[in-house]
């Protein structure tokens, strides 16, 4: 069992809809969560991070942590073509481990015009 | 804030010689910073985790002496891809993590090698 999962896509949303990125973690005792942004040919940018159980939001973007669940999901409002692109979900083991950030694979990300 | 920067951004070299890429935290101190390869259409993989001031922490089928790791200083790493074959071209991502959890990414560095 892969230690971070996500669906691969690609999900494709028009424009002003909401695009729902789901993810999914083995390791219980993982504390830190984050979603990051890859644009084709680019390298991954930090959009959000959450760190307790419940939603987080920060603009159009909210993220949303179920530690019992293990399960985190990312909500982009309002979503715009710019916003296509490759969405990274990353948890953080806990220290000690060399390992320190796991990344799922990436759902890529079209939102239509 | 939190800026990371890489050099080069791009370099093409001929089989057999040596690369090395620079990655510097601009505006934290970087305690701990980190070496991705990505190819193309793949995920990240990690590469190795270094410490400023002690060895890097090396994945499982990374060849230490293939992909030198230095972490002088707590604002600068670098990788060496040592006697570089075209199988090593691919996209080099470094991070660097201060004192927090949060990890940024520098631009990456696209290495050739012809």
């Known amino acids: 069992q892969k230690e971070v999962e996500q669906n691969s896509g690609p999900l494709s949303v028009p424009e002003g809809a909401i695009a729902s990125l789901n993810c999914t973690y083995s390791?219980?005792?993982?504390?830190?969560f984050f979603w990051y942004r890859q644009y084709s040919g680019k390298s991954p940018e930090l959009i959000m991070s959450i760190y307790s159980n419940g939603d987080k939001e920060d603009g159009r973007f909210t993220a949303q942590l179920n530690k019992a669940s293990q399960y985190v999901s990312l909500l982009i409002r309002d979503s715009q073509p710019s916003d296509s692109a490759t969405y990274l979900c990353a948890v953080n083991i806990p220290e000690g481990s060399a390992r320190q950030l796991t990344f799922g694979s990436g759902t890529q990300l079209t939102v239509l015009p | 804030g939190a800026v990371v920067s890489q050099h080069p951004s791009r370099v093409i070299c001929k089989s057999g010689t040596s690369v090395k890429i620079e990655c510097r935290s601009l505006?934290?101190?970087?305690?701990?910073m980190f070496w991705y390869r990505q190819f193309p259409k793949q995920s990240l993989m990690l590469m190795a985790t270094?410490?400023?001031?002690?060895?890097?922490?090396?994945e499982q089928g990374v060849e230490k002496d293939k992909f030198l790791i230095n972490h002088a200083s707590l604002t600068l790493s670098t990788l060496t891809v040592t006697s570089a074959h075209p199988e090593d071209s691919s996209f080099y991502i470094c991070s660097a993590r201060d004192r927090g959890h949060e990890q940024y990414f520098g631009p990456g560095t696209r290495l050739t090698v012809t």
């Open positions: 390791d219980r005792v993982s504390q830190s």
């Open positions: 270094s410490n400023e001031g002690s060895k890097a922490t090396y």
């Open positions: 505006d934290f101190q970087a305690t701990t």
